[in-house]
Each structure stands twice: as C-alpha cells, then as structure tokens.
C-alpha cells in the first residue's frame, strides 16, 4: 500500500489529512539582511531583501499542522 501515488502533476500532498493546497514554513535562526537607498527627500526604499536560516527549517501541513519535513527538500525545489 503507498500513501503517495503519483499523479500527472506530481503534487505534494498531506499524508495525514490529504492537503495538497497549504503549506507553510518556520525557519530557526534567520539571519534577514535587507538593503536600502535612500531618497532625496531623506526616506528609504527597500532594494533587496535577504534571508539565511541557520538552523532547523520545517515544513508543516497549513490544514492539520502535521510535521511534514521529510517533504521539505522536494517543497524546496518546487518554489518558484
Ligand atoms: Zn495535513
């Protein structure tokens, strides 16, 4: 028996609850660098924002917030 059956679009799906539309993440320790120019008048306009987890980053389902990952590496490749 397997959980995860491929289908033609190949989605991440929930094994627990079956979600495969809602996701989110938490990172550890991020690190957010963001870069500014500053404007004539004296205000600033964000040009470039960055961020780096140094720690643990999981993934959960957005339904039943069951920990999901061991799917976070193929989530990752799948952002665009
Ligand atoms: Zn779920």
Redesign the pocket.
């Known amino acids: 028996m397997s959980l995860f059956q491929p289908t033609v679009a190949n989605l991440l799906k ?1 094994p ?4 495969e539309s809602s996701f989110f993440e938490i990172s550890d320790d991020v690190i957010t660098t963001t870069h500014y120019v500053q404007n004539q008048d004296g205000s600033f306009t964000i040009e470039d924002r960055s961020s780096q987890s140094l720690g643990d980053v999981k993934l959960f ?1 957005g ?2 917030e ?1 920990d999901l990952s061991s799917f976070h590496q193929r989530f990752a490749e799948m952002i665009f």
Do not use: D, R, T
């Open positions: 929930c627990y609850c079956g979600n389902c339904n039943c069951e």
